[in-house]
């Protein structure tokens, strides 16, 4: 009879474990929560630039770029192919980038690859001798932390030695010390993809609506549900009820355009 309850237990914990990991994967599948779609919206890329808007075959070529694929290697902080694709085509009509968090420097050298020839791209990211400058706050969740530290472990990048180097400037530090006035309001696309601890992606974002120009673009990486990157996905969501984020559709991209003239409604000055 004890043998019986026993065994009956283990069959229900087995079904319990089993049902758990299909909701989660189909959570992850299908980019919902376990019960509940995530905050923040979601858009084809066109609805974020009309360059992206297809033709009768998908993709049109303005969308063409020099690329770098990532296939089936695992690279560290990396964007998956289509977001690296979206983030190359931005390029294409920018004149200054900046980008929060550079690891291997991928996006750095594609966005300086595919922007015009008087482009500048502007990236700043934590070196491996500078991990003491990291500013843990009691907020942040040490799965996020840990991960920022170990990813802050370059000084040498993709573009180093290449002809697209003279084009990037390159910044070492932390983020949260960071003075962005000599940029502000002058960037067609900024990019926050540093630390994903909330405390950073509050402070990055905050920096990054100052830097963005009116009509221009702010992206953020690694909004993936709460189980990827909670501080990303909390910190985001917060954002969202203040200004009109997006995500786009089958990437783990959020998305905010400047408008051309700021309204009453969201003063830039009360959000960064
Ligand atoms: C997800 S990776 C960036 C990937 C990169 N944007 C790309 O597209 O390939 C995160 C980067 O943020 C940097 N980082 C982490 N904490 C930082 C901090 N406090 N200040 C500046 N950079 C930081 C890490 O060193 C790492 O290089």
Not at 62 to 74: H, I
Not at 117 to 127: I, S
Not at 256 to 270: F, G, K, N, Q, T
Request: hydrophobic content about 40%; glycine content about 8%.
């Amino acid at each position: 009879m004890r043998v019986l309850a026993i065994a009956n237990l283990m069959w229900l914990a087995i079904v319990v474990w089993l049902t758990s990991r299909l909701l989660r994967e189909r959570a992850q599948r299908k980019q919902r929560n376990y019960f509940g779609n995530w905050p923040i919206r979601a858009v084809m890329p066109e609805a974020v630039d009309p360059l992206f808007a297809p033709g009768p075959f998908g993709p049109r070529c303005d969308t063409e770029v020099a690329f770098v694929g990532r296939g089936p290697y695992a690279v560290d902080g990396g964007t998956s192919d289509g977001e690296a694709w979206i983030l190359a085509a931005l390029a294409k009509n920018a004149h200054l980038l900046f980008e929060f968090g550079t690891c291997t420097g991928k996006t750095a050298y594609l966005w300086a690859r595919n922007a015009p020839p008087d482009a500048r791209v502007v990236t700043v990211t934590l070196a491996p001798n500078d991990r003491a400058e990291y500013k843990v706050d009691s907020d942040d969740d040490t799965r996020d932390v840990s991960y920022a530290l170990r990813e802050s472990n370059y000084t040498q990048f993709l573009y180093s030695g290449t002809e697209a180097e003279s084009r990037i400037e390159q910044i070492f530090g932390d983020s949260k010390a960071l003075d962005v006035s000599p940029w502000a309001g002058r960037c067609d696309v900024v990019f926050v993809d540093g630390s994903h601890a909330y405390s950073y992606v509050v402070s990055d974002s905050a920096k990054a609506l100052q830097l963005v120009r009116p009509g221009g673009l702010v992206l953020w990486h690694d909004y993936n549900g709460p189980l990827h990157s909670p501080g990303v996905y909390r910190a985001l969501n917060e954002l969202g009820t203040r200004l009109p984020l997006v995500r786009i559709s089958g990437t783990a991209l959020a998305a905010y355009r400047r408008p051309i003239v700021d309204s009453e409604a969201a003063p830039l000055e009360r959000l960064a």
